[in-house]
């Protein structure tokens, strides 16, 4: 069993920034795939970046420039940078952990404010 603990959320005004983390449990994170997402009331998870074991990047187009995943494997942690926040990047993130198996943070909440 992997847990996920998210933080960094929060309130911010157009343009600000944000840092994500999430640390997960376990020995195993290095060989994991990992991922944020974000989800508004009455929609589904979306993808919002991802990072290989090998530290492959990929960022959905709406974020590209903008978000910068990474990770850091001797903290067990992921990131994800905002910058320049628009306030359609509200939402819940969650981070995915998927190594054999997923596993799911608890969400954290942004919100950017016109």
């Known amino acids: 069993q992997v847990q996920l603990v998210e933080s960094g959320g929060g309130s911010v005004q157009t343009g600000g920034s944000l840092r994500l983390s999430c640390v997960a449990s376990g020995n195993r994170f290095s060989r994991a795939i990992m991922s944020w997402y974000r989800q508004t009331p009455g929609n589904q998870r979306d993808l919002v970046a991802f990072?290989?074991?090998?530290?492959?990047?990929n960022h959905v187009d709406s974020v590209k420039g903008r978000f910068t995943i990474s990770r850091d494997n001797a903290k067990n942690t992921v990131y994800l940078e905002m910058n320049s926040l628009k306030p359609e990047d509200t939402a819940v993130y969650y981070c995915?952990?998927?190594?054999?198996?997923?596993?799911w943070g608890q969400g954290t909440q942004v919100t950017v404010s016109s």
């Open positions: 990072i290989t074991a090998d530290g492959r990047t």
């Open positions: 995915r952990y998927n190594e054999s198996k997923l596993y």
